[in-house]
């Protein structure tokens, strides 16, 4: 059965970049057609797709987050990574790492990750 | 604001259906059968409902049902339940590099 996890650290200081691991169990990232991305959801609010990477490495990104963010692969790992650069308040949110074919995803646990000094 | 838009909220008494719609575009939910319905318990991970417009993942009471008639997908819930209370979310495959929208979210409350 298919697991997701996400690990990383829960406060990180503005400016700095915000990295996240989702590991994978129960499915191989480099050997599924499946695309493998991030969400996030700020207290409160809804939604807000971050970007994939697709078991090819072709990435997509959302347009508002585009020039800050990278998702990659390891393989190796069976792990797939988010870093998020120059956080401000604004990118306070519980992170979701999931797996999906077109919007049928399957998700992680979620990790609260809070920027502040 | 979202790029789908769906009501802020909906209310219906246990027994009774209710149903929350979800509107896009000829773009994404108008171009594809792409769409999904996601619920959401405060302090949870959002769980699949719908996906692919219509269909039901195993394990999803047939309560749940959905369709979808030009850019406006719906969400129906029969029967409504005190468990059914809770955050819905919709999302749609779109065309581009965008791959994934979202709509705003609907929280559905059990009177």
Known sequence: ??????????????????????????????????????????????????????????????????????????????????????????????????RHIYVNMVWGQGNLVTVSS | QSALTQPASVSGSPGQSITISCTGTSSDVGGYNYVSWYRQHPGKAPKLMIYDVTNRPSGVSNRFSGSKSGNTASLTISGLQAEDEADYYCSSYTSGSTLVLFGGGTKLTVL
């Open chain 1, 1 to 98: 059965q298919l697991q997701l996890q996400e690990s990383g650290p829960g406060l990180v200081k503005p400016s700095e970049t915000l990295s996240l691991t989702c590991t994978v169990s129960g499915d191989s990232i480099s050997s599924s057609s499946y695309y493998w991305g991030w969400i996030r959801q700020p207290p409160g609010k809804g939604l807000e797709w971050i970007g994939s990477i697709y078991f090819s490495g072709s990435t997509y990104y959302n347009p508002s987050l585009r020039s800050r963010v990278t998702v990659s692969v390891d393989t190796s790992k069976n792990q797939f990574s988010l870093k998020l650069r120059s956080v401000t308040a604004a990118d306070t949110a519980v992170y979701y790492c999931m």
